[in-house]
């Protein structure tokens, strides 16, 4: 990640700072954001601002929010409602740009500084984990997630006989949304026919995988500790 170049915050002023001055020797968590005046952004920060306390047992310093569509609308609005988050702007797209050829990403810049969230987890400016939501085919990845969620709330309920179909109405999804194109869906952020957290964060929020990845790790850091001494 040499040669990228990031802006921070601090002291009432924008500053520049290269990625291995921010992150070097550090293990922190950098979340994507764009839409920051978005009340379910707000929602999303006030749930990372909870996981920062509790991700600090589990040796990670600080969660940062990255916004690669350099909207600087991000730096009041953290300032202001969330300071315990640092904010990164990815004002010349180098990160995201990184990111893109990193994971194999066929999108565009534009479309990805725009629309991919995602959690990176950085070790010493190594990627250690990575999660996020599709980018390509997000409709049809989200009806998978919701028909997946339906067998497996209907599994915990303890059905007997055959589990129901999955159906629209299920989630209070207008019965037509699967047939709108994809960018019908995800452009219509504060009207959209489905709960808006499910749309854009179903991965991420809660992300029980990097919950679950964490206490692993620290079980296997303490086990190994142990049976060094």
């Known amino acids: ?19 291995e001055e921010l992150f070097q020797n550090k293990r ?29 047992n589990y040796g990670i310093e600080k969660i940062y929010i990255i916004d ?3 909207d600087l ?35 565009s810049i534009e479309f990805l500084s725009k629309n991919w969230n995602y959690q990176l987890l950085l070790n010493d400016c190594k990627i250690e984990q990575f999660y996020d939501q599709p980018t ?9 997630y919701l028909i997946r969620q339906h067998y497996l709330n209907a599994k915990t309920k ?3 006989g055959p589990i129901p ?26 009207h959209a026919g489905i709960n808006r957290k499910t749309i854009w964060y179903y991965n991420l929020w809660p992300n029980t995988k990097l919950e679950n990845y964490l206490k692993n790790d620290q079980k296997f850091r303490t086990g190994l ?4 001494r």
């Not at 999303?44 to 991700?55: N, R, V």
């Not at 179909?165 to 504060?190: C, G, Q």
């Open 165 to 190: 179909p999955f159906t629209s109405e299920t989630y209070n999804i207008s019965s037509k949304i699967f047939d709108h194109k994809e960018e019908l869906v995800f452009n219509s952020r504060n």
């Open 225 to 228: 500790l142990s049976s060094r």
């Open 28 to 56: 922190v968590l950098i979340c994507s954001i764009h839409l920051p005046h978005n009340k379910l952004t707000h929602a999303y920060l006030k749930e990372l601002t909870a996981c920062q306390k509790k991700y600090k």
């Open 73 to 107: 609308w991000s730096v009041p609005t953290l300032d202001a409602f969330f300071p315990d988050l640092t904010i990164v702007l990815d004002f010349n797209k180098q990160f995201v740009s990184y990111l893109k050829e990193e994971f194999k990403k066929q999108k």
């Open 136 to 144: 390509e085919n997000r409709l049809e990845d989200l009806k998978k």
């Open 1 to 19: 990640m040499k040669n990228i170049v990031l802006k921070t915050y601090k002291e009432d002023s924008i500053i520049t700072s290269s990625f």
């Open 158 to 160: 303890s059905h007997k």
């Open 68 to 70: 690669s569509y350099d």
